[in-house]
């Protein structure tokens, strides 16, 4: 078995949970968040000291464990037809799913400053996009954005937001080219070397992604209790400004 059989393109294949023969897109499950501190440690992290290493798996398993998606309470309004607003997304080997090759995180529930009333989290919001370093340049990047917009729309949202390092030329050429544009922030791009982006979504946007049952089709294209991304912990510092 080698990971580069597996990790191939999935373009112009049909997707309902996002599964080709290459890969498929599903939610996360607890039993996924070892392997996918793994893939955010390898692509977030630059260090060879194995010792390290694994501190640094360890404190991303940490919080995903704590931030990991809770199913809504029974009190919630219209229950049935609500749907959940946080998601952890994974793709994997259609034969192990066990074998994560990416993973992101997305982020509908309104959040809100009670110090800065112009600083706002974005909602929905996307972030820890990482993919396994053997798993590249295979679409899996862009399949998973593409789910993600499938399952904000879905939840009733018409943007997606999501963050880049501003000097990632190679994402933010992505980005461009799935129609993300640069959008100001009082902290992304000001208290840090990021920049935000923003999708926004029409009706053809949703029909083009979704077939009569919702599914999508591929083309050739804090809640304060919660530990958090690491992009909300700049709202924690933001707070005490």
Do not use: W
Not at 82 to 91: M, P, T
Not at 170 to 188: I, K
């Amino acid at each position: 078995y080698s990971p580069h059989d597996q990790c191939t393109s999935r373009r112009n294949e049909n997707i309902g949970d996002g599964e080709s023969n290459g890969f498929i897109i599903r939610e996360g499950k607890v039993t996924d968040l070892l392997t996918v501190a793994q893939v955010i440690e390898e692509s977030f992290y630059e260090n060879d000291n194995d010792d390290q290493r694994k501190k640094d798996v360890f404190n991303e398993f940490d919080r995903l464990r704590y931030n990991f998606p809770r199913q809504q309470t029974a009190a919630a309004t219209n229950l049935q037809q609500k749907q959940r607003e946080h998601l952890f997304i994974v793709a994997c080997s259609p034969t192990d799913q066990s074998d994560i090759f990416g993973f992101c995180e997305i982020d509908g529930r309104m959040m809100t400053n009670p110090y800065r009333a112009d600083v706002q989290p974005p909602r929905p919001y996307l972030s820890d996009l990482s993919v396994r370093k053997d798993c590249r340049r295979k679409g899996i990047a862009k399949s998973i954005i593409e789910y993600c917009e499938m399952m904000v729309q879905k939840m009733g949202h018409d943007c997606l937001h999501l963050r880049v390092e501003r000097m990632n030329t190679a994402a933010l050429q992505m980005y461009s080219g799935l129609n993300y544009e640069v959008v100001p922030h009082a902290v992304f791009g000001v208290k840090d070397t990021t920049l935000l982006l923003k999708r926004k979504f029409s009706s053809n946007d949703h029909n083009s992604n979704c077939d009569r049952n919702g599914e999508k089709m591929v083309g050739s294209t804090l809640n304060k209790s919660d530990h958090g991304s690491k992009e909300d912990a700049l709202y924690a510092l933001d707070y005490q400004v």
